[in-house]
């Protein structure tokens, strides 16, 4: 990876793919489903690969929004806890995406206030 800095964050971007497209406790998803959609929207590195971006969803599996159900070299299947919601941060001036059951503090990496 080189210095390409996403206009979102690519945290917000993987919550917010999740909340349009897999909301629901029941419906399962993969990170290679995400990562398209996050090519598909342009704010990515274009030299960026799956790997480049594993570590965010081993980060939304920590904090209890979602779980890691199953994997395959670098396929990994998860399904949420519960549906998100969406908030605004008035601290970063983010719309975000939180899990019921997560802490309710803010997921944009530069901000972490409460919400």
């Known amino acids: 990876m080189d210095n390409f800095t996403p206009v ?5 971007q993987i ?4 909340f ?3 909301n629901t406790a029941d419906e399962k998803f993969t990170n290679d489903e995400i990562f398209e959609k996050i090519k598909q929207n342009g704010d990515l590195d274009p030299s960026w690969i799956i790997d480049d971006i594993e570590s965010y969803f081993h980060e939304i599996c920590n904090s209890g929004l ?22 605004h941060c008035t601290a970063c001036n983010s719309d975000v995406y939180i899990g019921e059951s997560e802490k309710q503090i803010c997921p944009n990496p530069s901000c972490r206030a409460s919400i």
Request: aromatic share 14%.
């Open 8 to 12: 979102t964050p690519i945290q917000l």
């Open 15 to 18: 919550r917010k793919i999740i």
């Open 20 to 22: 349009e497209n897999y």
């Open 66 to 87: 979602a779980r890691n159900i199953a994997q395959n070299f670098t396929t990994i299947w998860l399904k949420l806890f519960d549906p998100l919601k969406k908030y």
